[in-house]
Every structure is written in C-alpha cells, then in structure tokens.
C-alpha cells in the first residue's frame, strides 16, 4: 500500500514552508543590518561577529546535533529545533523594544542559539521527505524541495521591504513577523507533521523477507559492505576520485553565496539604493534558482554536467568584478548583474550538491564523504532510513554483532 | 576583518572565492570536454566507401 498522495503532499508542503521560514529568517537578518544600525550603533565588526558566530553554531549544529535526528522522532526535532531558532531570533529586538537593550552580546548569544536551532532543519526535514518518498521519484521531489531555500530567501527580503518601506514600521517588526512566523509553523509541524507513512508495515515486512533470504542463502553480502563502508574515514577518503575538487569548490561557493546572502542587502543601502535593498538581492535567488535548472537541463542534453561548471563559475566571477569596478549607484544594471552573478553560482552549486548526493549512492562511508563537501555529515541526513534499517536488521541478525548492538 | 573592509570590496572578495572554485573544477571541466568532443567524433556519420568499379 502506498502513502497516500495526501500525506505526501501535506508532508511536502509542511517541511517546503518549514525550512523557507529559516532562509526567511537569514534574509529578514540580513535585510535589517543597516536599518538597526541606524537605530542602535551597532558596528560592522559587530555584526561581523555574530555572522561568524551564527554560521560557526549552525555548522557544528549540523555536524552533531543534525545526526540525532535519526535517533529521535522527527516530529518533535524538528519542532524543537523551529522553536529554539524562533524564540531566540525575537529575544533581541524584544529587549530592544521594551528595554531599550542594545547589547551586542544578547545579539551574539541569541543569534548563535538561532543557528544551533537553525541546524536541525535540513537533517530533520530531509530525514521525512526520505521517508514518505522512496524510489524513481525521489530525487525529483528532492530537487523540487530545495527550491525552498531561494523561495525563503525571497520571501524574507520581500516581506521585510513591505514591513519596513511600505508599513513604515521599525526594524523590530521585522524580526516579530518572521520570528512569529517560525513559531506558527513549528506550532503546525508539532501537531501535524507525520514522520513517515502510517502504512509503513509493507515496507517493514519486505525488509524481513529480504533479510531472510540473505540469511537462508548465506551470502551476507550488506553485512560485508557495511564492513566495507567502515573502511573510509576522514583522512582516507580524501584519495577518492573528485573528492578534493568538489571540497574545495563547494566550500569557495558556499562562502560566496552566504557571504552574498548576509551582506548584499546592507552593501546595496550603503549605495544609496535602500529602496531597492529587497528586490536587488531578491534577483540573486531568481538567478539561483533558474541557474540550477539550467545546468541540469544541458546537462542532460550534452550528458556531461561537469562541462558547464567552471565556465559559469567564471561568468559570476566577471559578473562580481563588473558590480564593483563599473557599476555606480544607479539601480537597474544591479538588477541584471546580480541575477547572472547568481545564475552562475546556483547552476554548480546545485549540481555539486548533486554530485555530493551520488557520493551517499556510493560503495563508500556516506557521512565522511557526504559531509567533506557540505560541511555537514548529511549521510545522516537522508539516507534511506529503510536502508538503515535493513542495515540495523542484519547487524542484529549476525552473531558477530548481536553482543555489541545489545542495550 | 571582512566586517572592517569599506562594502565596495565585497564583490572583489567573493570573487576571488568564486574564481578559486572555478580552478578547482576546471580539470573535471575540461575532462569532460575532451570526452563530449571524442563522443561527437564517434558518433559522426562514416563516410560511404566509394565504389570503383
């Protein structure tokens, strides 16, 4: 029996909505740089440093607090998770509010409890989509889901342009709207969200047939690749084919593409265009976003995806150099210039991500090879849990191991 | 040390960071190339053998 298109949709549309919040919540943060330090004094540096302190927490969120998700229920994870993020993104524009606090370490503290909150975002919501989406269509649904982050981002410094210039409200607003917003939906998740199907049984009872007849035949051959698996640890699976490449690309992109996310709002006010600071930054994401489906589509018609990284790559490059030795301040060239800058960062970005994908499909140790490039052990984060329960199965199953997976 | 940079160098950092991802790739890149350029030789129509007769 199969989930019910319902359910997969309801579960789609909860964790789409969920994680958009997040990306909201960094761009509404981004968005309000300038406008509170106009209000409140606060320094470049200073916000340098809590930049770097939420980015520091959200990492090493993803790197251990990402992976417990799989040993909780995701409902209540992610639910965990979108509160904390929320209730500490409204603790410093509530103190400022009604307290007139400006301390910049209530900002830092609070921040970096956002991004540890942040963190279990991608690890929880992948983890469901993986549940209540197995087979052919997964990585479509997968790819679609990700288009989340350019719609949050979007969404965050439209809703903040209207908030600020069109309602004429304070920065704080900003920070209620969105903070509220991401207490609603962890509200909705809390009470809603399935973490797999109801009619999973079907799928538990295949998994024993399978384990069976691994057994009866006596040819434990997932017992010997999970031995297999074992073999790759961090330092060694730097000699893998691509491995180095890919880590150091992605890692230079996402330093671009965060950097841009963080910073291009305020570096557009500073131009004397703090009208448009919503829609300039907003056309990186619409460049983003179809940059990925670009690549992707000639990709499939050259066959060889690899072919179109760099030379895009370059094109943002050129893009960037454009923007800061001949553009003044006049706002329509931005417009064109950041939607390319973008093209050429989210078509490799997005297939790199891909190949990152193909690196959890591999004979090799997922969440080190996985993780290298992301910065997150994410084969934790979606791998098949029916896998990882045939997994479970068999290490149970198998005298060798039946002592040391005892409670 | 970024925060403290005037904003207008943000653009010429980021592009540093993109161009290094850029020479990262650009081994695989060009790997790929050569291989879509030997697949289009292979796949090109043979010319028809002349007959003499």
Same mark, same amino acid.
């Given at each position: 029996?199969?989930?019910?298109?319902?359910?997969?949709?309801?579960?789609?549309?909860?964790?789409?909505?969920?994680?958009?919040?997040?990306?909201?919540?960094?761009?509404?943060?981004?968005?309000?740089?300038?406008?509170?330090?106009?209000?409140?004094?606060?320094?470049?540096?200073?916000?340098?440093?809590?930049?770097?302190?939420?980015?520091?927490?959200?990492?090493?969120?993803?790197?251990?607090?990402?992976?417990?998700?799989?040993?909780?229920?995701?409902?209540?994870?992610?639910?965990?998770?979108?509160?904390?993020?929320?209730?500490?993104?409204?603790?410093?524009?509530?103190?400022?509010?009604?307290?007139?606090?400006?301390?910049?370490?209530?900002?830092?503290?609070?921040?970096?409890?956002?991004?540890?909150?942040?963190?279990?975002?991608?690890?929880?919501?992948?983890?469901?989509?993986?549940?209540?989406?197995?087979?052919?269509?997964?990585?479509?649904?997968?790819?679609?889901?990700?288009?989340?982050?350019?719609?949050?981002?979007?969404?965050?410094?439209?809703?903040?342009?209207?908030?600020?210039?069109?309602?004429?409200?304070?920065?704080?607003?900003?920070?209620?709207?969105?903070?509220?917003?991401?207490?609603?939906?962890?509200?909705?998740?809390?009470?809603?969200?399935?973490?797999?199907?109801?009619?999973?049984?079907?799928?538990?009872?295949?998994?024993?047939?399978?384990?069976?007849?691994?057994?009866?035949?006596?040819?434990?051959?997932?017992?010997?690749?999970?031995?297999?698996?074992?073999?790759?640890?961090?330092?060694?699976?730097?000699?893998?084919?691509?491995?180095?490449?890919?880590?150091?690309?992605?890692?230079?992109?996402?330093?671009?593409?965060?950097?841009?996310?963080?910073?291009?709002?305020?570096?557009?006010?500073?131009?004397?265009?703090?009208?448009?600071?919503?829609?300039?930054?907003?056309?990186?994401?619409?460049?983003?976003?179809?940059?990925?489906?670009?690549?992707?589509?000639?990709?499939?018609?050259?066959?060889?995806?690899?072919?179109?990284?760099?030379?895009?790559?370059?094109?943002?490059?050129?893009?960037?150099?454009?923007?800061?030795?001949?553009?003044?301040?006049?706002?329509?060239?931005?417009?064109?210039?950041?939607?390319?800058?973008?093209?050429?960062?989210?078509?490799?970005?997005?297939?790199?991500?891909?190949?990152?994908?193909?690196?959890?499909?591999?004979?090799?140790?997922?969440?080190?090879?996985?993780?290298?490039?992301?910065?997150?052990?994410?084969?934790?984060?979606?791998?098949?849990?029916?896998?990882?329960?045939?997994?479970?199965?068999?290490?149970?199953?198998?005298?060798?191991?039946?002592?040391?997976?005892?409670? | 040390?970024? $925060?403290?940079?005037?904003?207008?160098?943000?653009?010429?950092? /980021?592009?540093? &960071?993109?161009?290094?991802? $850029?020479?990262?790739?650009?081994?695989?890149?060009?790997?790929? /190339?050569?291989? &879509?350029?030997?697949?289009?030789?292979?796949?090109?129509?043979?010319?028809?053998?002349?007959?003499?007769?």
């Amino acid at each position: 029996m199969r989930a019910s298109m319902y359910g997969k949709a309801f579960t789609f549309m909860l964790t789409f909505f969920g994680y958009s919040t997040l990306h909201a919540m960094r761009t509404s943060w981004s968005y309000s740089k300038k406008l509170m330090q106009n209000e409140t004094g606060i320094t470049n540096e200073d916000l340098g440093f809590v930049d770097m302190s939420f980015l520091l927490c959200y990492s090493l969120g993803l790197a251990f607090i990402g992976p417990l998700g799989d040993r909780f229920n995701r409902r209540y994870f992610l639910a965990l998770g979108y509160y904390t993020c929320g209730l500490a993104y409204l603790v410093f524009p509530t103190v400022h509010h009604f307290f007139g606090v400006t301390n910049i370490w209530v900002l830092i503290i609070f921040m970096s409890i956002n991004g540890l909150g942040e963190s279990v975002g991608m690890p929880g919501s992948m983890g469901v989509l993986s549940n209540w989406f197995t087979g052919k269509n997964k990585g479509v649904v997968v790819g679609t889901w990700a288009g989340c982050c350019n719609y949050g981002n979007i969404f965050g410094l439209i809703s903040s342009t209207i908030i600020s210039q069109y309602m004429g409200l304070k920065w704080q607003y900003i920070f209620f709207f969105n903070g509220m917003l991401t207490l609603g939906i962890a509200t909705v998740i809390m009470m809603f969200l399935e973490e797999k199907p109801k009619d999973d049984f079907v799928d538990i009872e295949k998994l024993l047939n399978d384990v069976n007849k691994t057994t009866i035949n006596g040819n434990d051959s997932s017992a010997e690749s999970q031995q297999n698996l074992l073999k790759v640890n961090f330092f060694t699976s730097f000699k893998i084919p691509r491995v180095i490449p890919y880590v150091i690309s992605y890692s230079c992109l996402k330093a671009s593409i965060y950097g841009l996310l963080f910073w291009l709002p305020k570096y557009v006010s500073e131009k004397g265009m703090s009208g448009y600071s919503g829609y300039i930054p907003a056309m990186m994401d619409c460049g983003t976003f179809l940059g990925g489906v670009l690549v992707g589509f000639l990709g499939d018609r050259f066959g060889k995806r690899s072919l179109f990284l760099s030379p895009l790559m370059v094109l943002s490059c050129l893009m960037m150099l454009i923007a800061k030795f001949l553009l003044s301040d006049v706002p329509l060239p931005y417009f064109f210039i950041i939607f390319f800058m973008g093209l050429g960062l989210g078509g490799p970005y997005n297939i790199i991500g891909k190949e990152v994908t193909n690196f959890r499909d591999s004979n090799f140790d997922r969440p080190w090879l996985s993780g290298l490039p992301e910065g997150q052990p994410q084969g934790h984060l979606d791998c098949d849990s029916c896998d990882r329960r045939l997994r479970g199965v068999i290490r149970c199953s198998h005298p060798a191991n039946a002592r040391r997976d005892e409670p | 040390m970024l $925060a403290e940079m005037s904003h207008e160098w943000i653009f010429a950092i /980021f592009s540093v &960071y993109t161009f290094v991802a $850029a020479v990262a790739l650009t081994p695989l890149t060009v790997k790929d /190339f050569k291989e &879509y350029i030997q697949t289009l030789k292979q796949t090109a129509p043979e010319e028809p053998a002349v007959n003499i007769p």
